[in-house]
T-cell receptor, first 112, second 111 residues
Framework: KQEVTQIPAALSVPEGENLVLNCSFTDSAIYNLQWFRQDPGKGLTSLLL?????REQTSGRLNASLDKSSGRSTLYIAASQPGDSATYLCAPTETSYGKLTFGQGTILTVHP | EAQVTQNPRYLITVTGKKLTVTCSQN?????MSWYRQDPGLGLRQIYY???????DKGDVPEGYKVSRKEKRNFPLILESPSPNQTSLYFC??????????FGPGTRLTVL
């Protein structure tokens, strides 16, 4: 059974810092991996999707990397802003029909 | 606008009173899923559907039913809700193993 761990559980940084969120998963037989953002009481917004054949994916200030063989992914956020404050969730897709297994998330607070 | 909609967004009900949470997507996606989110347990898949009339259990299917009679709709049915089904529910859709799009969530309280 796939298990996903995200470290750290919570992170508080001043505005402008670059930061790294870590995700590890136990079963490397994945189709892809998604990073999501969740604001309090809200739904999930997909940030990046990395296919299993890719090493990294970039969108604006976000960069996600994937090392499938070692079961690790990182989300790099450059020049953090208060609007980045949210919970970030990592979810590998482990089946052909798109089943996601979620980590517990990293709660990010960026203070001005 | 491409989106996944859920209704109702908030629901308070009593034990045993049957309820349905609707989910609809306008992106012609084949795959749809239901998840529940609980503090300390994270998001867990309840049921999924690969296409019309094709559904299967996820990790926590007990106490739930689903149907997929049309491609765009995937309702979640609680035949006899119990307090342990109090949770935040999300519907998601995707075109196979691609980006998944989530609905806004339904907060259910069963008294």
């Amino acid at each position: 059974k796939q298990e996903v761990t995200q470290i750290p559980a919570a992170l508080s940084v001043p505005e402008g810092e670059n930061l790294v969120l870590n995700c590890s998963f136990t079963d490397s037989a994945i189709y892809n991996l998604q990073w999501f953002r969740q604001d309090p009481g809200k739904g999930l917004t997909s940030l990046l999707l990395i296919q299993s054949s890719q090493r990294e994916q970039t969108s604006g200030r976000l960069n996600a990397s994937l090392d499938k063989s070692s079961g690790r992914s990182t989300l790099y956020i450059a020049a953090s802003q208060p609007g980045d404050s949210a919970t970030y969730l990592c979810a590998p897709t482990e089946t052909s029909y798109g089943k996601l297994t979620f980590g517990q998330g990293t709660i990010l607070t960026v203070h001005p | 606008e491409a989106q996944v909609t859920q209704n109702p967004r908030y629901l308070i009900t009593v034990t045993g009173k049957k309820l349905t949470v609707t989910c609809s997507q306008n992106m012609n996606h084949e795959y749809m899923s239901w998840y529940r989110q609980d503090p300390g347990l994270g998001l867990r898949q309840i049921y999924y559907s690969m296409n019309v009339e094709v559904t299967d259990k996820g990790d926590v299917p007990e106490g739930y039913k689903v149907s997929r009679k049309e491609k765009r709709n995937f309702p979640l049915i609680l035949e006899s809700p119990s307090p342990n089904q109090t949770s935040l529910y999300f519907c998601a859709s995707s075109p196979r193993t691609d980006t998944q799009y989530f609905g806004p969530g339904t907060r259910l309280t069963v008294l």
